[in-house]
């Protein structure tokens, strides 16, 4: 009898651990995806230099490529109605996503490179992107629920912290560095100022 009772729980001890691995949102689930980024990245600091054209990946809190194009066209230099409306209009439940933009011979629009990536990635709905942190000195809004990474020609990009929530707890920072095009991972929550010093020593 003690056997078969000791036998059981150590089914259920086995059953628990096995399910809180399967579908926690831990790190492991992160990995995959900060994987891609990274690879990612590589290659379109590459194809920018090769192919003398500018790349982005535009990473998106809830709109779809077509929702997003739709809502930053127009001037460059939008108004405060205009801006406000476009934050109102985000969906922070939505499933966030990324993808990969391509600007057009001599111009200054971008249209997605199905060739590099034939449609958007979406996120697990237990991650997402919680914030993105601009350039030093920067005046752009840090409360978008888009941003960019950009890849030119000459090899630069722009500087970009972007922090990525696991669950409810949970964050990792991705660091794309200005000079090299690379993505500098921290697991954890990194403010832009520790970054930018690290990057300046």
């Known amino acids: 009898m003690i056997e078969v009772m000791l036998v059981m729980v150590l089914l259920a001890f086995l059953t ?8 926690s949102p831990n790190t492991e689930n992160l990995k995959p995806l900060v994987r891609h ?10 194809k920018a230099q090769l192919e003398k054209a500018t790349y982005r990946i535009v990473l998106s809190a809830g ?7 739709s809502l930053t066209s127009g001037p460059k230099n939008k108004s405060e109605k205009a801006l406000a409306k476009i934050k109102e209009q985000a969906k922070p439940n939505a499933l966030h996503a990324y993808w ?4 057009e011979e ?3 629009q971008f249209i997605p490179d199905k060739k590099i990536m034939k449609k958007a990635k979406v996120l697990p709905k237990y991650l997402s992107f919680k914030d993105f942190l601009p350039e030093k000195d920067s005046t752009e809004d840090d409360l978008y629920p888009y941003t960019y990474l950009y890849y030119y020609p000459n090899g630069l990009s722009n500087s970009k912290l972007i922090h990525i929530g696991i ?7 991705l660091y794309l560095h200005h000079l090299t095009g ?5 697991g954890k929550e990194v403010p832009l100022e520790e970054v930018q010093e690290k990057q300046e020593r």
């Open 106 to 108: 001599d111009s200054l």
């Open 63 to 69: 709109y779809t490529p077509t929702e997003l194009a």
């Open 16 to 23: 628990v651990a096995f399910a809180s691995r399967l579908f």
């Open 37 to 46: 980024l990274k690879v990612l990245s590589r290659e379109l600091h590459s």
């Open 167 to 173: 669950g409810e707890d949970a964050v990792w920072s």
């Open 100 to 103: 990969v933009e391509k600007a």
């Open 182 to 186: 690379q993505l500098d991972v921290f």
